[in-house]
């Protein structure tokens, strides 16, 4: 007898849903005879006018209350996509973030399945080369014959390498220069050798391993300096939690999922793996969900919202880069995938890696809870040792770049080595001022300073995207020579042009690398080292191998330790030893040059030793002296409104309106972005030692009547002050 027979002879059931949009609410309808409920099961349902996708999360018997509701319209699916322990997962983040339930459901489904469809996806065949020559091919189709093994190749694999390229598989296919085969997705593929590990290596994957396979919820704390081979312990770990017939889910930063880490993962492990990020079509995302939701594949590598992955039984969840901030979503629903890991890992008593050189302090205090521990590694991968540091004042020096870091960069260049140059900040400068009048060029829309692109000849808003043209005098005063301050990759570029002519210099930040397929070119570049310098952000400065790199350059180092955010001094730190981390992956005798013009600041001398534990040090110290977390919970709350009087307004109404003990109400103030995209927007911040009286508090607020025009965020566990 099926669910739905048993629950029949009951009497008349009633399917509680959860639209897939931002509805809020739970809603009820009848279940029609032809409709056999599931919970977790996709139905199409209607509301107001309209039919939406919907998931069942209860079956329950029809009560007085219920008369009048409407019927699903059907189910979408034959079998449920989801298990109840997501479902669970789901409703506590809704709860606990203070998120609607639809928007956080939604995060479960790839946009292709939020639609009312059900599924037809093309079979996923293996690409193989003909012998038909290619020499009247143009060079975007024979990089794609290339990337071809001859042992072929998955085509969603191939996709994930070089995304965008269905049309041109296509047609090679039809000119005959590669033929598609369907293989069936059992036959596992062709694995790379492991390492023999190192005596830190054993120890971690034996410590680890012990814990999986006594089925338990444990979290590792995995503090692992740079290069020291964290990556062995979680394949390694995976793969023990695979052979006791678990699945593993790996994430990583939004960054780090380059097409060198899906490719590295893939050639490690045995079995088919799904990825999953934002970058790859609607329809790819929607193949690599029902490779885990219908063929049972047990391996998924991704960002953040892999965390609601319809993976089941889990053994072992990895979050790599554990303090990277990418982990944090900062619009929707404010989730933060490191922490929902370790409820995820609980519910299906499984084992969390929580992965990094410099663990948040929230991580690294976790360590003390029950049921958790740290691993420390703390070496180097045979020869190759951390890069010495060194530090150069930069007061009274001219222009980005040091005679210490100039001589230095030649002297690498000269033996055929590499160098990165580390500035946090793409265009030429940070802001354009008028030195007669002083004011600073800023766009319509928001209240920060235009970033100066001297290679476009434009002033930018990098928050909404506004461009104007350089003006050829200060608008407000007329005065000639608006003056560039602060400084960008572009700035940086041009100072490197002038003192190492002729050098093959590489620029990586989000206004070049503008495609998957860029960002590919230019790290294989690095690595076959037809590049000398490379001037970079972020963007190349965490979790890349590059073996020829052996000296880095921070040029502006203190550029977030000023920043309002009381996270700002870690971050720094954090920021920094990831950069210098890139050096001397291969060999001893490497060197980063931090410039700054705070050379004796506790934090640039923390770094400077790699001392992450003094740097903990003086961080705990101001975090408890002022309450921040660790040793407190908060939660930010910000108004916006097209009038500022209209966002302060409620925003102090709210503010005032906590009175529950225990809880304090800081600010309101003017956000630090005071006006962003036309709105004007002030925040204050709830604390509490007391989690439970924060929601409560929290509760207060949103039950308060908002005015039209205003919207309110609320954000549990903030990362983003501005
Ligand atoms: P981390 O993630 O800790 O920064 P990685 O996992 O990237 O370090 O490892 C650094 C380098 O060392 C990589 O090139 C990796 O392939 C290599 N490696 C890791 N473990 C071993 C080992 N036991 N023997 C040889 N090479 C190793």
Redesign the pocket.
């Known amino acids: 007898m099926c669910l739905h027979d048993s629950l029949s002879s009951m009497g008349a059931l009633i399917a509680d849903v959860v639209i897939l949009s931002n509805i809020p609410k739970v809603l009820s309808y009848s279940i029609p005879n032809d409709v056999s409920p599931k919970v977790g099961l996709r139905v199409a349902a209607p509301v107001r006018k309209s039919t939406r996708v919907g998931v069942i999360i209860g079956i329950r018997e029809s009560s007085e209350s219920d008369e009048g509701l409407k019927d699903l319209a059907c189910a979408l699916d034959e079998i449920p996509f989801i298990a109840p322990e997501l479902i669970e997962l789901i409703s506590w983040t809704s709860k606990y973030y203070h998120a609607g339930i639809g928007p956080c459901m939604a995060l479960a489904f790839p946009p292709y399945l939020r639609q009312c469809r059900t599924i037809i996806l093309d079979e996923d065949p293996v690409i193989f080369r003909t012998d038909r020559e290619n020499d009247r091919l143009g060079p975007h189709q024979k990089s794609i014959l290339d990337a071809i093994p001859n042992t072929g190749i998955r085509m969603s694999t191939l996709k994930d390498l070089l995304p965008g390229i269905t049309q041109k598989i296509k047609a090679l296919a039809k000119r005959g220069f590669i033929e598609l085969k369907e293989v069936p997705c059992s036959s596992a593929p062709s694995c790379s050798a492991t390492?023999?590990?190192?005596p830190d290596?054993h120890k971690a994957i034996s410590e680890i391993t012990q814990a999986i396979k006594a089925g338990r919820f444990h979290a590792y704390v995995l503090h692992?300096?740079?290069?020291?081979?964290?990556?062995?312990v979680y394949l390694a770990t995976a793969m023990e939690a695979i052979k006791l017939g678990k699945s593993v889910l790996y994430l990583v930063p939004e960054i780090a999922l380059t097409p060198q880490t899906i490719d590295m993962v893939k050639s490690r492990i045995p079995l088919k793996v799904a990825v999953f990020h934002s970058g790859l079509s609607p329809k790819d995302r929607a193949r690599e969900f029902m490779k885990v939701a219908r063929e049972g594949v047990k391996f998924v590598l991704g960002t953040r919202s892999a965390i609601f992955s319809p993976l089941r039984e889990i053994g072992l969840i990895v979050v790599?880069e554990e303090h990277d901030s990418s982990y944090k979503q900062e619009d929707g629903v404010p989730y933060n995938a490191r922490d929902l890991s370790l409820l995820r890992a609980k519910n299906n008593s499984a084992v969390v890696i929580l992965?990094s050189?410099t663990p948040s302090m929230e991580t690294y205090d976790r360590t003390r809870l029950p049921h958790s521990s740290l691993i420390t590694?703390t070496s180097?991968?045979?020869p190759a040792k951390l890069p010495e540091v060194e530090i150069v004042d930069m007061r009274g020096i001219q222009g980005p770049l040091s005679d210490r870091l100039i001589r230095e960069m030649i002297d690498t260049i000269s033996k055929g080595e590499q160098v990165l140059l580390f500035i946090n900040r793409r265009g030429f400068s940070a802001a354009l001022v008028c030195p007669g009048c002083g004011k600073v060029l800023k766009g319509s829309r928001c209240d920060r300073s235009l970033t100066y692109h001297k290679a476009k000849g434009k002033a930018l808003c990098h928050w909404c995207g506004f461009t104007m043209n350089l003006p050829e005098i200060c608008p407000s005063c007329g005065c000639l020579d608006m003056k560039p301050i602060g400084m960008g990759t572009e700035q940086v570029i041009q100072a490197v042009q002038k003192v190492s002519p002729g050098k093959r210099v590489l620029q990586i930040d989000s206004d070049e690398m503008t495609t998957v397929k860029k960002l590919t070119a230019a790290l294989d570049a690095i690595r076959a080292g037809s590049v000398d310098i490379i001037v970079g952000t972020q963007m190349i400065a965490k979790?890349h191998?590059f073996p020829l790199l052996t000296l880095v350059g921070v040029v502006y180092a203190e550029q977030l330790l000023y920043m309002p955010d009381f996270r700002s001094g870690e971050r720094t730190f954090q920021q920094i030893v990831q950069v210098a981390?890139r050096a001397g992956?291969r060999k001893s005798d490497t060197k980063v040059i931090i410039q700054t013009y705070v050379p004796d600041h506790p934090l640039i001398q923390s770094i400077c030793g790699y001392d992450y534990q003094a740097m903990m040090e003086i961080e705990r110290g101001i975090r408890k002296a002022t309450s921040f977390p660790p040793y407190s919970h908060m939660a930010r709350c910000v108004v916006s409104s097209k009038k500022d009087k209209t966002a302060r307004e409620f925003s102090f109404q709210l503010a005032l309106s906590v009175n529950i003990p225990g809880v304090e109400a800081l600010g309101p103030a003017p956000a630090p972005i005071a006006l962003l995209r036309d709105h004007f927007r002030w925040h204050f911040i709830l604390r509490s030692k007391n989690r439970g009286a924060l929601h409560k508090a929290i509760d207060i607020i949103e039950r308060m009547h908002q005015p039209q025009e205003t919207d309110l965020k609320i954000d549990v566990d903030p990362y983003s002050m501005m």
Request: net charge negative; no cysteine; charged share 30%.
């Open positions: 390492p023999e590990y190192t290596q692992g300096i740079t290069g020291s081979g964290k990556t062995e790599d992965g050189a590694m180097r991968i045979g979790g191998d981390g992956r």
